[in-house]
């Protein structure tokens, strides 16, 4: 029986961030277990690590299906591995590529993105309608793109963070729109400084309303600023807060590196959440 630890990625309270599930045992699991596995903890995903080696492989689900790649839970099995094992450098094999992640004597994970793009976001209607948002609710200095880093995820920025604080869209309308885009995330945004930012991401694609914390959002959003012509190497997000669940998510932007990183805590969760 494989054992499921439990943890909160991108804090330092149990909390707050994102709850992952990790199985650090998962070897011995066929597609349906791992499912049933991800179903019944009920977070937004558990990752299941399914081998050994200098690169391990590892796969995500959510409660209602398997996704490419997830920040948060990459943090959370990072973590989790330098507890039992010591800080160091681990590389896993995702469906998105290979993720190095960095764990330190604090642990505080790091991981490095898989070569992020951004592409035009197309007609925007449809989403705003599902968001019961209009055209003047959006910030024009960050205009509409798709961003990838292992997920596509479409950017979306507010002018005011009222606007994103309140968040009601059709869940059924947005899961459709999402699934026919391959979208994994919308991640919605509001700059409260140059290199401060909130964000929200609705993932009904994961049979949930919102994630608290989205690693590979903050990564494609990483990509996105640079694309924009933003040169500022430092980013904070923050996101969680109107859940009530605070995160903070660090993203880093390397003049000599296309890929992103993405930094953030991770704590053990001793009960479910």
Same mark, same amino acid.
Request: proline share 8%.
């Given at each position: ?33 791992? !499912? ?21 492989? @590892? ?6 299906? #398997? ?33 190095? @992640?960095? @764990? ?17 976001? =197309? #007609? ?25 880093? =292992? ?35 919308? !991640? ?17 694609? =994961? ?56 930094? =953030? ?9």
């Amino acid at each position: 029986m494989a054992t499921v630890l439990r943890y909160a990625a991108f804090t330092s309270d149990p909390a707050g961030g994102n709850p992952a599930g990790v199985v650090l045992d998962a070897g011995g699991l066929d597609d349906a277990a791992m !499912q049933a596995i991800a179903a019944e903890v009920g977070y937004s995903e558990t990752a299941f690590l399914t081998g050994e080696g200098d690169v391990r492989p @590892v796969r995500y689900f959510s409660p209602k299906a #398997e996704v490419p790649f997830c920040g948060h839970a990459t943090v959370a099995t990072a973590v989790a591995l330098a507890e039992r094992t010591g800080p160091g450098e681990i590389v896993f094999a995702t469906q998105a590529g290979e993720v190095p @992640v960095t @764990v330190d004597d604090n642990l505080r994970a790091t991981l490095t993105s898989v070569e992020p793009y951004v592409e035009p976001a =197309g #007609e925007l209607g449809d989403v705003l309608d599902i968001l019961r948002w209009s055209p003047d609710d959006l910030d024009p200095a960050l205009p509409p793109r798709i961003a990838y880093a =292992g997920a596509r995820h479409l950017v979306l920025s507010t002018a005011t963070r009222q606007r994103l604080a309140d968040l009601d869209y059709d869940f059924d309308r947005l899961l459709a729109y999402m699934l026919d885009r391959d979208l994994t995330t919308l !991640q919605l945004v509001w700059r409260e400084s140059p290199a401060v930012f909130h964000v929200r991401d609705p993932f009904p694609v =994961g049979g949930v309303v919102e994630d608290p914390a989205t690693g590979a959002a903050a990564a494609a959003f990483g990509a996105y600023l640079r694309e924009l012509g933003e040169s500022r190497p430092t980013i904070t997000l923050h996101q969680g807060a109107d859940l009530g669940r605070p995160s903070l998510i660090t993203v880093e932007l390397r003049p000599d590196d296309n890929r992103v990183r993405v930094s =953030g805590n991770a704590v053990p969760i001793t009960a479910p959440a």
